[in-house]
């Protein structure tokens, strides 16, 4: 791993992130930490049961698809955060 391997993973996730941000109309943002909360669980899971598979391949999104939305969810959860820190330092 090097600062290069890295960015590529990230420039890759970020374009990913922006286009189904687009598709979906912002819709991670709507229930706040919980609800991507809940969408982590759910990628966590598909997680845990790609690596448990005895399938070589998956019949929809592969092992790759599923770390790189986890990196995605992650870095709506943190935009979220920030937002509602934000949030509750003006409103108290």
Do not use: Q
């Amino acid at each position: 791993m090097n600062e290069e391997s890295i960015k590529k993973i990230t420039d890759d996730v970020t374009a990913i992130l922006l286009k189904k941000n687009a598709d979906y109309g912002g819709a991670s943002f709507d229930l706040g930490l919980n609800g991507n909360m809940v969408h982590l669980w759910d990628k966590v899971k598909r997680y845990k049961s790609l690596i448990g598979c005895d399938k070589k391949e998956p019949n929809f999104e592969s092992l790759e698809d599923t770390l790189k939305d986890i990196i995605g969810y992650a870095i709506i959860g943190l935009h979220i955060l920030d937002d509602e820190t934000i949030k509750d330092k003006i409103y108290g």
